[in-house]
DNA sequence: GCTGTATGATAATCATAATTCGAATTCTAT
DNA sequence: ATAGAATTCGAATTATGATTATCATACAGC
């Protein structure tokens, strides 16, 4: 958490000049982060915010427009460390030289990585989900994650069937993130976010969705429904 | 939904005595049940909702308290109807000649179904999650679900190491319902609610699963963290 | 140390939507 | 048909919390 992510300028958010200023932001985004991942959005007024971090509504105003803009901050936030993280993942080569369980489990490792470290505004932009650009932005992320993992996840299946194999593999990641959503909003249990079995689970179950198409049998009724078909189309 | 599951009294709302209130009690709960398809429970205001069935304000807070009784209303019906549905699943008797594929294939379509009957209000529910009581009374309906169904998947798996097998089984429930929740939530795809192969693929997921735990090999790290471990002893 | 700008504090203001309440209407029972 | 209860109406009230406005204080450059 040694980032200076808290800085560039954000729509909605007013640059600020002086270190004082900077430092009140900061504090206020970091209080913000914190404070979501005990409660929510809308029973985080302005007023107990400022107060947790020993300033007043004023300075509040001071630098972001809105409680919104606020938020939209805090996303972006959030948005650029998962970018930065994946990169770093890449960077590193570890995803090169290894086989099929163990990109899952290293793809895995940092899905719920992620979950962990931002498990508050996480939550509160879910909560929000399809309200204007809540998370949506979240769901970008997670678009570019499949996109650029799945050739990775390709190249140990085999050749053939490629249309096929892809959506195997989409959809072994949508369980990934929808077991992570779903804890992170209800803690359903068995395994909970911090469980040290929840990685190995995760990775064993997104092997096993995707084995299961590289080894021939494919599920019934493959594909999507004739009015998503048609959707599509248009 | 040719149910009175609308009648039986609940807190918060007011029993009718005339039939008149009683229907305007069921088209205000299925206006609801619709609306909530389309838009967040914060966006539906009491004006809204009455003037969708043609009645004011003032016949709302006639048969409901609150808009929180209401909502709770909402929900009661809802598991209500996913109570009625697993049972009369079970009563039929379809579950009990059926091998582990076509088991997991029953359930998955079960609570696919569930999802797409509800989606509207369940996912009001999600939004609202740890707030007062809401999404934990689904939470309980999908509790009962695990408890009941883990001895049919257990008959399947073979016999021994049963504590490792009953918890594996249960991360396959959190799968399917995390995937569901998601779908239900942010619609990240592939796989929507409404495609012919998201059952298939949620079956097909829950076999291999609890299959690679049958066949021997366990995921590393299992169990908890030792902070839920030592949570759990207290 | 001064002066202009940036920041902060505090007390209004505003907006929104839930809720209330008394009057008007419709029903049920006699 | 009519009294009394149930229901409905809808304008007025409230509650909440975001936002604004104004004034006070702190900083940076000279």
Known sequence: MTDDLFSLDLPGVTPSRQSRSRETMEALLKAGEQLLRTRHLEDLSIVDLTAEVGVTVG????RFESKDAYFNALQVIAIRRGQARYVALRASGALAQTDL?????L?????????R????VARAALRHSSRPERW?????LGRVFVVVSTPDMLARLGPGRRAAKTRTVGFAFQAMFG???????????PC????????????ALVEAIVRVEADGAAPDGRG???????AAKA
Chains 1, 2 share one sequence.
Do not use: M, Q, T
């Not at 949506?136 to 970008?140: D, L, P, R």
């Not at 909970?192 to 990775?203: K, S, W």
């Not at 999507?224 to 048609?230: E, G, V």
């Open 136 to 140: 949506s932005a979240f769901k970008e």
């Open 179 to 189: 077991i992570l959503v779903n804890i992170v909003l209800n803690d359903p249990g």
């Open 59 to 62: 300075s509040f105003y001071g």
């Open 117 to 120: 470290e931002h498990e508050g």
């Open 224 to 230: 999507r429904s004739p009015r998503a078909r048609r």
């Open 107 to 115: 793809l895995a490792e940092h899905a719920a990585g992620w979950f």
């Open 101 to 105: 369980a163990e990109l899952c489990r």
């Open 192 to 203: 909970g976010l911090d469980d040290a079995d929840l990685v190995p689970r995760l990775a």
